[in-house]
């Protein structure tokens, strides 16, 4: 999981510059001022509305839109295995292939080997300092950019999608000929069936898909940034809408695990900011600090990682339901972690360019996060009622019969009024 805020000076060195090996003009004030404003913008608009449309989703009962919870046990262990597949990576872009240039050498000197001995073999190529072996072309760099960029093409289009939904519905006729369509797979028979995938849409959905397809295909033909960014984008609010935690000591666990997780892999090694650029996925927001100059063909990139705005977007989407839950026509909680968390990525962006080196976000959002609502809490006395505030899983059977259950005793008990 990226979750780092890089720097544009520095990401300007390590991403490549001009093939004669010169370096770039430095950077304007006024681009790397727009670089971090749009950052911030861009960071704020998913969470906003991804939280908005969570209390939607917690309320929805279209099976496709049900939100997936997050329970204690599972916020303990995302950040050992986010620190699992974040290691895997580097290991697989800097070690299995340290140099694209010199990967392709050993490729071709295998190639000549294998057609002369017919076997696979230790390569000595005398451009290179040791000894490898390439058993299998399929595993080259290029070849897996391109198995993720067509896995990310398929996501991107389908959360895309999902994102622009609500608001293309708007413009759509009233006569516009809407069919209703489900797509269900199920698993075994009688009562041991079981709904593997159940997705309800309609024609809108087909509509909003085709478009989504159009910046799938510029984004898997040019990777273009703001293709990027609008994949991006979709996949963060989807993140908000869709996580749900099921109570706030759980948001405690997970943002504590992942403040350790994002410092450890920022500032004890390079490894977070290695993956990061090396990885070609719609897995951070990127804005070039020198669109001034180039425009749109801009290639000087700061970015964010979509962590940095998924982990706390979901937790203040948690205090903003707490809120509703409260039933006093106020969004306090929710305000405060908004509030807080511009202050945390504001920081994070002063102390980034103040030091010039990429930092870890989650270092300054976590505390600002969980500690600004705290205080609230502890002024208005309802400590107690954040902490033991629950929501369930509607996907647990068990939380399925609880509230059929409830919702037969309070017809039961509006009848028996009315008998009487």
């Known amino acids: 999981m990226d979750s780092a805020l890089s720097d544009p000076h520095n990401a300007s060195a390590e991403t490549g510059g001009p093939a004669n090996g010169t370096t770039r003009p430095p950077s304007t004030p006024e681009g790397i001022a727009l670089a971090y ?19 939607r989703c917690a309320r929805g009962k279209n099976p496709s839109d049900m939100p997936e919870t997050i329970t204690s046990r599972d916020a303990a262990r995302f950040p050992i295995i986010a620190s699992c597949t974040l290691l895997g990576l580097y ?41 490898h072996r390439f058993p299998f072309e399929i595993f080259s760099q290029e070849y ?18 999902h994102t622009i939904s609500p608001f293309m519905n708007k413009f759509f006729p009233v006569n516009f000929p809407n069919r209703q369509y489900q797509l269900l797979f199920t698993q075994g028979s009688g009562e041991n069936k079981e709904e593997i995938i159940n997705y309800e849409f309609d024609t809108k959905d087909l509509v909003c898909l085709g478009l ?16 990027n960014n609008l994949f991006g984008l979709a996949f963060s609010l989807n993140g908000v809408e869709l996580l749900h935690l099921n109570n706030v000591s759980t948001g405690c666990i997970l943002l504590g695990g992942l403040f350790i997780y994002d410092v450890f892999w920022v500032f004890g090694t390079n490894v977070m900011v290695t993956v990061a650029k090396s990885f070609e996925a719609p897995i951070k927001l990127v804005f070039p600090q020198d669109l001034l100059e180039k425009g749109l ?8 990682g979509l962590g940095d705005i998924v982990i706390p977007g979901i937790f203040i989407a948690l205090l903003l339901r707490f809120d509703i839950s409260l039933k006093k026509n106020t969004h306090t909680y929710f305000y405060t972690s908004f509030a807080a968390y511009i202050f945390g990525l504001g ?13 870890p976000a989650l270092l300054y959002l976590v505390p600002a ?52």
Not at 99 to 127: D, E, M, R
Not at 347 to 359: D, P, R, S, V, Y
């Open 212 to 227: 989504s397809s159009i910046v799938g295909v510029w984004y898997l033909l040019r990777k273009h940034w703001i293709a």
């Open 297 to 304: 063909e801009a290639d000087n990139f700061a970015m964010l």
């Open 369 to 420: 996060c969980i500690g600004f609502p705290v205080l609230v809490a502890l002024v208005k006395g309802e400590v107690t009622e954040m902490f033991s505030y629950e929501e369930s899983n509607p996907k647990d059977p068990a939380a399925v019969t609880e509230s059929k259950e409830g919702t037969e005793a309070s017809a039961s008990k509006g009848l028996e009024k009315k008998e009487k």
């Open 144 to 161: 897996i950019n391109l198995l993720l960029s067509m896995y990310f093409f398929v996501l991107g289009i389908l959360a895309l999608s």
């Open 347 to 359: 920081l994070t962006i002063f102390i980034m360019h103040i030091f010039k080196h990429a930092q």
């Open 37 to 55: 404003g749009s950052l911030l913008l861009m960071a704020l608009l998913p969470i906003f509305f991804g939280a908005l449309r969570s209390v």
């Open 91 to 131: 290991l697989f872009f800097k070690v299995y292939f340290p140099n694209k240039s010199y990967t392709g050498s050993v490729l071709k000197t295998w190639k000549t080997q294998k057609s002369k001995k017919g076997k696979t073999a230790a390569i000595q190529n005398p451009t290179t300092r040791d000894n």
